[in-house]
């Protein structure tokens, strides 16, 4: 197989492009850095394809490898003929190259393999030849029964045969692509709700699925992880169904010849017995993967760009914060940090149940006297347990103390997590594990990204059925869109953490460390150029990183932007053609200059491309600009909603909190998040929620529904 023309094909991408890409990953270049800094050799593909092309070329590569090991395995045995070579080399999926290698994979002791030590194989032989017609079958098997080997009767001895017939037919590779095809085309997955007692009174949440049916060709992904999930806690049964009929009848086309020989019908109960007892299962097993790797990947894809979505929310900057980690019984956790981040002060109140009205007051004299104490702009409310009683005492106090001070509600996922980590530990060892939390829900309407990246992407909580998926290629896919985000961002060299620096390309957890030793020993970074000084950071890891850690307020204004050191001198050259200096960067007469020139003539002079001239341009006009500021910011309040105040009609503002198939759920200011179901996303057919909506996105909405004692809320975006 030619893998690059096959990724060319695959993707609609020129040939080129796949061969310069695979050759660049294969130099050890990072997704990010070829993205950015590579786009003449690659022509501009963008990391999301360019990740998905490393993905497929990673298959590609493993389906040779397993081509190769197959051929050797066969060759071993003294089995491998051209036409099986042929046959392996033409493979394209690993189904059909598994298929292909099923009778010759070493078996455990089956019904056939014991018929074939009893002596069996050459009737086998006999019957399925079909080529005699007259005699009977007890004179065919007579030579075959042997009292010793426990063939005692014709019986035995055909029963023995046609185990070995069975095997024979469920072995072949081209019956089974047959049945595959025909069961997913014609078959449906179908749920039955189980008989156990004990989980009787949690059935409610697979209560659709209790007496469910549906093709497994039209079956949508979250359905197909929802009956895994039933089926895993016990509560649903599953299987495939598909009538057999036209299965039956393609073995026997297959198998029976025209003209019948007094063995065909055995043969006709062997290719039975093979499907029923063999095929059958097997390809449900099959398909039922296969569902579950198409589910699987689809749901990835959703908790991918949710995830994106989340850690490119816009940051509030330079504002000083108040975490507010809600709780019961232990209280809620206080965390004042300023503008930076920087911890100022910590406490504990306790106004939620149980309570008392001393406690209460104390409670709102405590958060009272942080707030002028600190001059609090923002409090940002942990999302959790206790979250509603929380956010009222928050805006009663607001309008107690007629403060100038907001609130928002913040999401918690992942934040115990992260507090309870070696990592929070050694950032703030001094305080306990629920203060590290408050710290956390401040630091994340700050710099989400930053505060974000802390934290095991599995655990922030914007997917669907995540922990039922593959956890380690769930990993990868969620660490390659956090090493996109942080790339795109870019972080400050002398204050990001080494959780940060460590997405960054090219710089390993490791040497993320080294780089802040080398800042505690040395001040601040003044210049790009001194990374070259850390310890054990070479030159390969200086190309891939050096373009996305700025510095701020340091020797070469260059270094504030993603311009890469690599393009510097064309920097100068093409300031120097424009008739201004270096110190005019970022102000309006270079931007004159820069949106007039002439692209083409400047990228010839300075021997660079236009995709790189571009960047280069862009940069300049807005030296430390952050994409993240075109984002719109979260929603603040002042005043607080239940749910037994909405009606149905009633249009308010919300904002998205998480994407999945069947719609979205947006926060709307009452504790619970209501569902926009895909119907009501919009006055068109929508074919996903994601060409509509994304996590962060201010909407408008209507209330459709309110079950209070079930905690729903239906919405709708149509006709407002």
Do not use: W
């Given at each position: ?88 080399d033409s493979c394209e999926k690993l189904t059909e190259l598994e ?398 953490s080494p959780s940060l620096l460590s997405y960054i390309s090219g ?214």
């Amino acid at each position: 197989m030619d893998i690059n023309k096959r990724l060319a094909e695959e993707f609609n991408i020129k040939l080129y492009q796949v061969e310069n890409t695979v050759k660049l990953i294969d130099e050890g270049n990072t997704i990010p850095f070829i993205a950015r800094y590579r786009k003449e050799v690659t022509g501009s593909l963008d990391d999301q394809l360019l990740r998905n092309l490393f993905d497929r070329l990673t298959y590609l590569r493993g389906m040779e490898e397993r081509k190769e090991e197959i051929k050797r395995l066969i060759d071993e045995q003294g089995k491998l003929t051209e036409e099986l070579t042929l046959a392996i080399d033409s493979c394209e999926k690993l189904t059909e190259l598994e298929d292909i290698y099923r009778p010759y994979r070493p078996k455990r002791r089956t019904r056939a393999t014991i018929a074939k030590e009893k002596g069996l194989e050459p009737l086998a032989e006999i019957i399925l030849a079909q080529n005699l017609y007259e005699g009977n079958i007890d004179e065919i098997c007579l030579p075959f029964i042997d009292t010793e080997k426990e063939v005692n009767t014709t019986e035995d001895a055909l029963n023995g045969a046609m185990d070995i017939i069975a095997e024979e037919i469920s072995d072949n590779a081209d019956y089974r692509k047959f049945i595959r095809i025909y069961t997913y085309r014609n078959g449906t997955i179908a749920s039955k709700a189980t008989n156990k007692e004990e989980t009787e009174k949690k059935r409610d949440v697979y209560q659709m699925y209790h007496e469910f049916s549906e093709p497994l060709k039209a079956i949508a992904r979250h359905r197909v992880l929802a009956l895994n999930r039933g089926e895993a806690e016990g509560f649903l049964n599953v299987k495939i169904e598909v009538d057999d009929t036209d299965i039956i009848a393609y073995l026997n086309k297959q198998l029976i010849p025209e003209k019948r020989s007094i063995t065909s019908c055995y043969v006709e109960a062997a290719s039975a017995d093979a499907y029923k007892r063999l095929i059958m299962s097997s390809i449900e097993t099959e398909l039922r993967n296969q569902l579950t790797d198409t589910a699987q990947e689809g749901a990835m894809k959703i908790f991918s760009e949710n995830l994106k979505n989340l850690l490119l929310q816009a940051p509030i900057k330079n504002k000083v914060v108040l975490g507010f980690d809600p709780g019961y019984r232990t209280g809620c956790k206080l965390a004042v940090v300023d503008g930076t981040g920087r911890v100022l002060d910590v406490g504990v109140i306790y106004p939620t149940p149980p309570t008392t009205p001393e406690k209460i007051k104390e409670a709102k004299s405590k958060v009272t006297n942080l707030i002028n104490t600190h001059h609090v702009d923002i409090i940002s409310i942990g999302n959790g347990t206790a979250s509603k009683e929380s956010e009222i005492f928050i805006a009663n106090l607001i309008k107690e103390t007629n403060s100038n001070a907001v609130y928002v509600m913040t999401s918690e996922a992942g934040a115990s997590v992260y507090s309870a980590s070696k990592l929070a530990s050694e950032e703030f060892p001094d305080y306990d594990v629920s203060q590290r939390s408050a710290v956390s829900i401040a630091r994340r309407i700050q710099d989400p990204l930053a505060e974000l990246v802390k934290i095991d992407p599995k655990s922030i909580g914007v997917g669907q059925y995540q922990h039922d998926m593959n956890q380690k290629r769930l990993g990868e896919a969620l660490g390659g869109v956090v090493e996109d985000c942080v790339n795109s961002v870019g972080v400050d060299l002398n204050t990001a953490s080494p959780s940060l620096l460590s997405y960054i390309s090219g710089i390993s957890g490791s040497l993320a460390k080294n780089i802040v030793i080398y800042r505690e020993e040395n001040d601040i970074f003044k210049n790009r150029t001194q990374l070259k000084k850390v310890s054990k950071l070479g030159p390969k890891a200086y190309e891939q990183c050096a373009g996305f850690l700025r510095i701020t307020d340091g020797d070469n204004i260059l270094d504030n932007t993603s311009v890469h050191p690599e393009s510097y001198d064309a920097v100068k050259k093409m300031v120097s053609l424009l008739g201004l200096t270096m110190n005019d960067i970022g102000t309006k007469e270079l931007s004159t200059a820069l949106e007039n020139c002439n692209k083409g003539e400047i990228a010839e002079k300075l021997g660079i491309g236009i995709p790189t001239l571009s960047d280069i341009i862009s940069e300049l006009q807005k030296p430390g600009r952050d994409p993240r500021d075109e984002v719109a910011p979260p929603q603040l309040r002042t005043d607080v909603m239940d749910m037994k105040d909405l009606k149905p009609g009633m249009i308010m503002t919300g904002t998205v909190r998480n994407v999945i198939d069947f719609g979205a759920f947006v926060d709307i200011g009452v504790h619970q998040d209501g569902l926009v179901h895909i119907s009501q996303l919009a006055d068109k057919y929508v074919k996903h929620p994601m060409d509509v909506v994304a996590i962060g996105d201010i909407v408008k909405v209507k209330i459709l529904d309110v079950d209070p004692a079930k905690k729903r809320i239906s919405l709708t975006m149509r006709d407002i």
